[in-house]
């Protein structure tokens, strides 16, 4: 990728060439599973994963 390319693409974005190069670190996305269900066992509902 050339400069005249990351120009282009911040023209189009319509965000300063500084932009472009920051990286910001997003906190990763915590995510909740519902178990619906019936469990038989009870070791198998203590089990980690």
Same mark, same amino acid.
């Given at each position: 990728?050339?400069?005249?390319?990351?120009?282009?693409?911040? !023209?189009?974005?319509? %965000?300063?060439?500084?932009?472009?190069?920051?990286? =910001?670190?997003? *906190?990763?996305? !915590?995510?909740?599973? %519902?178990?619906?269900?019936?469990?038989?066992?009870? =070791?198998?509902? *203590?089990?980690?994963?």
């Amino acid at each position: 990728m050339n400069v005249s390319q990351i120009f282009q693409i911040a !023209a189009i974005l319509e %965000v300063p060439i500084e932009r472009l190069f920051s990286v =910001k670190e997003e *906190e990763p996305m !915590a995510h909740n599973f %519902v178990f619906m269900g019936h469990m038989e066992n009870g =070791k198998i509902k *203590e089990k980690s994963f």
